[in-house]
């Protein structure tokens, strides 16, 4: 029980340290993105005016059955890319959160990058 806390004290340290140096604009919006055991979404966020630009997850339906590995996290940066092109997007700085950029973290942004998507 003691390690469970010390472990979520220090992925709230990593979310906070990560996150007071990001700022979201509507030039460059905010990647934020969630990491689960099944799933992986991101959001593209506007901190200025405190809006979610556009979204995308795989618990949507049509997505498939299991989203928790890097081909999704691929499959969902390429999606983000795309949208972001839609909406007149080029850069964007990617939150991590608590998460550290490798497996499914680091495909999402290589996919996001090949989309047209200037992180």
Known sequence: MKLKKIINKQRERRQFRVR??????????RLCVDRTL???SVQVI?????RTLFSASTKAKDF???GGNCEAAAAIGKLIGEK????GVSQ???????????GRVAAFADAAREAGLQI
């Open 20 to 29: 007071k140096k990001i700022r979201g604009t509507a030039a460059c919006p």
């Open 38 to 40: 099944k799933h992986f």
């Open 46 to 50: 506007d901190d200025e005016s405190g």
């Open 64 to 66: 498939g059955k299991y």
């Open 84 to 87: 972001a092109k839609a909406a």
């Open 92 to 102: 964007a700085c990617l939150d991590r959160g608590s998460s550290k950029y490798h």
